[in-house]
C-alpha cells in the first residue's frame, strides 16, 4: 500500500504507546488508505486515497 493519501497528503504519524507503568515504547499510526479508480485531470486514473478524502467528495470516482 502506499504511505500517504494522493488528495491531502496524509502519512503514517510516530509517537509513544505508554503502558500503565508509564513504559514508552515507540509506534505508529498509518492512515486509512484505500487503491481506488478516480477521475484526475479529466480522466480515470488509479490513486491512492485516505477514507476521511472519500467520505467528503474530495475524490470523485470513476465506474
Known amino acids: ?3 500517504y493519501c494522493e ?3 496524509k502519512g503514517k ?3 509513544n504507546q505508554v503502558t500503565f ?3 514508552k515504547n515507540n509506534r505508529t499510526w498509518a492512515p486509512n488508505v ?3 479508480k478516480a477521475i484526475v485531470d479529466g480522466s480515470p486514473k488509479r490513486i ?3 477514507t476521511r478524502c472519500l467520505r467528503s467528495g474530495k475524490v470523485t ?3
Do not use: E, H, Q, W
Request: with cysteine; hydrophobic share 40%.
Open 1 to 3: 500500500m502506499a504511505k
Open 7 to 9: 488528495v491531502c497528503g
Open 13 to 15: 504519524v510516530y509517537g
Open 21 to 23: 507503568s508509564n513504559k
Open 34 to 36: 484505500r487503491r481506488v
Open 48 to 50: 491512492y486515497v485516505c
Open 61 to 63: 470516482r470513476a465506474l
